[in-house]
């Protein structure tokens, strides 16, 4: 079925709130019944639904600390398991500036830990 280049762009406009979860019943319904006939919008919808999942992830992981050690810091007595607190010795760089990354090299990076 053909769509309408204006369909697409108004439905384009919900996409992202639809991936996230956030629209309304009748706004989310439109949604899912465009998607259902075009193509382009769909694929576009997997790509952001994919990035909404990455997104739960990322906020946990900046709430509770990322998991790994920082550097000039070492695994505490139960020697590095997973989930285990890491204490920094004296004279290590407390308050150092981590490297910074940006949204694609975060989701590389998440990709290459699965």
Do not use: K
């Not at 309304?24 to 075009?38: F, K, Q, S, T, W």
């Not at 946990?60 to 890491?86: D, E, F, I, N």
Request: proline share 5%.
């Amino acid at each position: 079925m053909f769509t309408s280049f204006q369909d697409c762009r108004a439905i384009g406009d919900l996409l992202e709130g639809h991936a996230l979860n956030v629209l309304d019943a009748g706004e989310a319904g439109a949604v899912r019944a465009h998607l259902a006939v075009c193509a382009g919008c769909r694929d576009e919808h997997h790509c952001l639904a994919a990035v909404a999942g990455h997104l739960s992830l990322l906020r946990r992981a900046l709430a509770h600390g990322s998991g790994r050690p920082r550097p000039g810091c070492r695994s505490g007595a139960a020697g590095g398991r997973p989930g285990v607190r890491y204490r920094c010795r004296p004279g290590a760089a407390r308050g150092a500036p981590a490297p910074s990354l940006t949204l694609s090299q975060w989701v590389s990076r998440l990709a290459c830990v699965r």
